[in-house]
């Protein structure tokens, strides 16, 4: 089972429009900055590893793009390209 980058404790669960730690200190939105095929294999990695493989994005003006969610050293999750 993969532990959560924040508490290191809880455990991640598929809801309807995210992924969270059940500790409520860790959200991956489904469309986060406009994944469009996140799913929760790629979570899992972004926990274990800090980074997901390769993703689809769209951006807000509907651009396609390729990249990868990393937790940054502060523990937030950014979009790098
Ligand atoms: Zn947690």
Known sequence: MQLPPICGEGVIKSWEKCYAC??????VWKNQSGATN???KDVLKLCS???TRTLNFKSKDN????????INDEKQIVTIA
């Open 22 to 27: 059940s500790n409520k200190d860790f959200t």
């Open 38 to 40: 996140l799913n929760f």
């Open 49 to 51: 590893d800090g980074e």
């Open 63 to 70: 651009k396609l793009y390729k990249g990868k969610l990393v």
